[in-house]
């Protein structure tokens, strides 16, 4: 799986963030205390893993304090033959939100995207690797 944007919009304390990743090599988010960096992991995590609706813990604390909006995750992502930009808003207005680009164009909305996304990583990612893969301090 192959990381190619990541955008968080009004997601915990931060109003808007994008980071490009390049295409080839190891990626190290470094910086000072407190300012997001294992909040863009977390985002990735519940893109993938948590549904727009979701009223779990980890869901609830990533609303915007500063804001009466949802917080907002966008990945671009590539994976075995598919490549995909995937958006989720969590907590008001909730929605999801999938286009997938490649190797066929698909366009789905709610519930069937969260599920045609977990059937696309089923198919081409070994998850407990890419989860091992990485290092949260």
């Not at 671009?76 to 930009?85: A, D, M």
């Not at 286009?99 to 164009?105: E, F, I, S, Y």
Request: with cysteine; aromatic share 6%; charged share 30%.
């Amino acid at each position: 799986m192959k990381l190619h944007r990541l955008v968080l919009t009004n997601y915990r304390g931060i109003t808007h963030r994008e980071i490009e990743f390049p295409d080839h090599g190891v990626v190290l988010v470094s910086g000072a205390n407190e300012i997001g960096k294992s909040s863009m992991i977390e985002a990735l995590d519940l893109l993938i893993e948590a549904k727009d609706r979701s009223t779990k813990k980890d869901v609830k604390q990533v609303k915007p304090t500063h804001a009466d909006v949802g917080a907002e995750v966008t990945a671009e992502i590539s994976t075995g033959s598919y490549c995909f930009v995937y958006r989720k808003r969590f907590h008001k207005r909730a929605e999801t939100q999938l286009t997938v680009l490649a190797p066929k164009r698909e366009q789905l909305s709610g519930d069937e995207a969260h599920e045609r996304v977990l059937a696309i990583l089923n198919e081409t990612v070994d998850t407990a690797l890419w989860r091992a893969q990485r290092v949260l301090q």
